[in-house]
């Protein structure tokens, strides 16, 4: 069909009549209708139509024009070449220290109101195509009316990122939604809900399930008047999605944690029936003492049963009966990841000690690959993740596994978490580093940094024992600047007599990298 459409164009019609019969249904139904006489006339239309028609359903093509520009002025002030010479420097570190750094000198333009050189300009839109998309938005910042006028040119960063949070909401896809969502919410946080009330009804069920989440992870007081209000749209239904249930796990998960909703007092109602007082042991039992338990049935009753553990708040059967013997049992381990740990404390009438110990203490134990297991303890380091509990979160680090301990590190303070980690002779664990320092940017102690550079020295120049240069990233972002005396000694007497290959790992990677880019950093703030 196109090789005629060619042909007839390039010939004329006079001399090679177009078949018609040719077009797709759609686009013969509209040229039979046409009352043109004139061949030319008819064709040249028949031809249009039929470029739309392939057209549509496309991608767009990249917009060449110019865009509206807000705050973006030829007068803008241009930041002093010393300043902008930095970042020449910055191109020249390592990839794995390179971001950390470039991050702080775009933030340091931003924070004085300042456009980048023709230079910079041109390096940062070369440099834009292999950097993540968080540093869009801080390159647009700081570019130049004729820098933004250059991005037409570019595929990799787009003047989207200048769009209004309106814009974005209205017309981003779901990741970009769920990114101004987040950042909104430890503003705006009221904003944000605001933004996803509008849209609410015309969300996708994943879509809602995605925001839910998200809200999970960022909840305050001030959502609960929405969660209650979504509530009768995932309603128990006997043919209901599996994403369904488990918004309504979620959404009465965080309203079990608020006190004064229904959820929390229907809840905590039901659940009372369960303690009961029985015979303390030993001398406290000869002497009258009455120790207050949980004493569940085996089968379905009144309250936990298959029907209402469903429909009011979406908990399943037991999925794995080699842990939870009966229902029964999962269903209080969902109630104690969900009502806040008080509620137990009160009702067992025990401190907050003795209460995590009763519940990992028999009967709710069961054996795996010969060891006793507490059935109970993953329920309450969830709730204390929930809550940000750091009292649980102290008393579960006595009792739980290195690998649990990583969970809980991020509820700790800085200065404990530098303890733990020197206690548990975990300096150079980049899992250990990483749970406690992956979102913060703050500066170690100088006793800590002093640890931690004396650690990675033995290890690799007396152990000979390889260490990765990812974790330079974390001492380039902590060390307190007290720690660039161990480095500058480091180079000044170098260990000639160290097997070769740990020396120079040592140097290369730790010595020359960390130095370089901690002087970098005193450039920026300077």
């Keep these: 069909m196109?090789?005629?459409?060619?042909?007839?164009?390039?010939?004329?019609?006079?001399?090679?009549?177009?078949?018609?019969?040719?077009?797709?249904?759609?686009?013969?139904?509209?040229?039979?209708?046409?009352?043109?006489?004139?061949?030319?006339?008819?064709?040249?239309?028949?031809?249009?139509?039929?470029?739309?028609?392939?057209?549509?359903?496309?991608?767009?093509?990249?917009?060449?024009?110019?865009?509206?520009?807000e705050n973006q002025h030829?007068?803008?002030?241009?930041?002093?070449?010393?300043?902008?010479?930095?970042?020449?420097?910055?191109?020249?570190?390592?990839?794995?220290?390179?971001?950390?750094?470039?991050?702080?000198?775009?933030?340091?333009?931003?924070?004085?109101?300042?456009?980048?050189?023709?230079?910079?300009?041109?390096?940062?839109?070369?440099?834009?195509?292999?950097?993540?998309?968080?540093?869009?938005?801080?390159?647009?910042?700081?570019?130049?009316?004729?820098?933004?006028?250059?991005?037409?040119?570019?595929?990799?960063?787009?003047?989207?990122?200048?769009?209004?949070?309106?814009?974005?909401?209205?017309?981003?896809?779901?990741?970009?939604?769920?990114?101004?969502?987040?950042?909104?919410?430890?503003?705006?946080?009221?904003?944000?809900?605001?933004?996803?009330?509008?849209?609410?009804?015309?969300?996708?069920?994943?879509?809602?399930?995605?925001?839910?989440?998200?809200?999970?992870?960022?909840?305050?007081?001030?959502?609960?008047?929405?969660?209650?209000?979504?509530?009768?749209?995932?309603?128990?239904?006997?043919?209901?999605?599996?994403?369904?249930?488990?918004?309504?796990?979620?959404?009465?998960?965080?309203?079990?944690?608020?006190?004064?909703?229904?959820?929390?007092?229907?809840?905590?109602?039901?659940?009372?029936?369960?303690?009961?007082?029985?015979?303390?042991?030993?001398?406290?039992?000869?002497?009258?003492?009455?120790?207050?338990?949980i004493s569940l049935s085996n089968d379905d009753d009144s309250f936990m049963n298959i029907s209402m553990m469903e429909s009011e708040y979406g908990f399943e059967v037991s999925p794995d009966i080699a842990i939870f013997t009966t229902n029964q049992h999962y269903w209080l381990a969902c109630f104690l990841e969900y009502l806040p740990f008080d509620f137990w404390i009160n009702h067992l009438e025990k401190d907050l000690e003795a209460t995590v110990e009763y519940f990992i203490s028999s009967p709710f134990k069961v054996k795996l690959s010969g060891k006793e297991v507490s059935f109970f303890l993953n329920a309450i380091i969830k709730n204390a993740l929930l809550y940000k509990n750091i009292a649980l979160a102290k008393v579960l680090f006595k009792i739980t596994t290195l690998q649990d301990q990583r969970l809980l590190l991020g509820l700790l303070p800085k200065s404990e978490q530098e303890q733990y980690i020197i206690s548990t002779k975990q300096l150079t664990s980049l899992q250990v580093l990483e749970a406690c320092f992956a979102n913060w940017n703050g500066t170690w102690s100088v006793g800590f940094s002093d640890k931690i550079l004396k650690e990675t020295y033995t290890i690799l120049i007396e152990q000979n024992t390889f260490i990765p240069e990812q974790l330079a990233i974390f001492m380039v972002k902590h060390l307190h600047p007290s720690a660039i005396s161990f480095l500058q000694n480091a180079k000044v007497y170098p260990i000639v007599s160290a097997n070769p290959y740990y020396r120079n790992h040592w140097?290369?990677?730790?010595?020359?990298?960390?130095?370089?880019?901690?002087?970098?950093?005193?450039?920026?703030?300077?």
């Design 74 to 293: 030829n007068n803008a002030v241009v930041s002093p070449q010393k300043f902008a010479a930095i970042l020449n420097e910055i191109l020249e570190m390592p990839y794995n220290l390179r971001n950390d750094l470039l991050a702080l000198w775009l933030d340091k333009l931003i924070e004085r109101e300042q456009v980048c050189t023709a230079k910079s300009t041109v390096s940062l839109l070369i440099l834009a195509e292999s950097l993540p998309k968080k540093f869009h938005s801080k390159i647009i910042k700081v570019l130049s009316k004729k820098g933004l006028d250059l991005l037409t040119f570019k595929t990799s960063i787009t003047l989207k990122e200048l769009a209004s949070e309106e814009q974005i909401w209205k017309e981003g896809k779901l990741a970009e939604r769920r990114e101004l969502f987040i950042e909104l919410r430890n503003e705006h946080p009221q904003k944000a809900l605001s933004l996803l009330e509008t849209t609410w009804k015309e969300e996708s069920l994943n879509d809602k399930r995605a925001f839910i989440e998200t809200i999970k992870t960022t909840f305050q007081l001030s959502d609960v008047a929405f969660l209650e209000s979504i509530i009768p749209e995932f309603t128990f239904k006997i043919k209901e999605r599996k994403t369904q249930r488990e918004i309504r796990v979620i959404i009465k998960g965080l309203l079990m944690g608020i006190v004064d909703t229904d959820t929390y007092i229907y809840t905590t109602k039901a659940l009372e029936i369960y303690f009961n007082h029985e015979k303390a042991k030993g001398i406290m039992g000869w002497a009258g003492k009455k120790n207050i338990v």
């Design 2 to 69: 196109l090789l005629q459409l060619i042909n007839t164009a390039l010939l004329g019609t006079d001399k090679i009549g177009f078949d018609e019969k040719l077009l797709p249904e759609s686009i013969r139904i509209i040229v039979e209708k046409m009352s043109d006489t004139d061949k030319e006339a008819r064709f040249l239309k028949t031809a249009a139509l039929l470029a739309f028609y392939e057209e549509s359903g496309q991608k767009p093509k990249r917009f060449v024009g110019e865009f509206p520009i």
């Design 507 to 526: 140097e290369k990677h730790f010595v020359d990298a960390i130095m370089k880019a901690m002087e970098i950093k005193q450039k920026i703030y300077s």
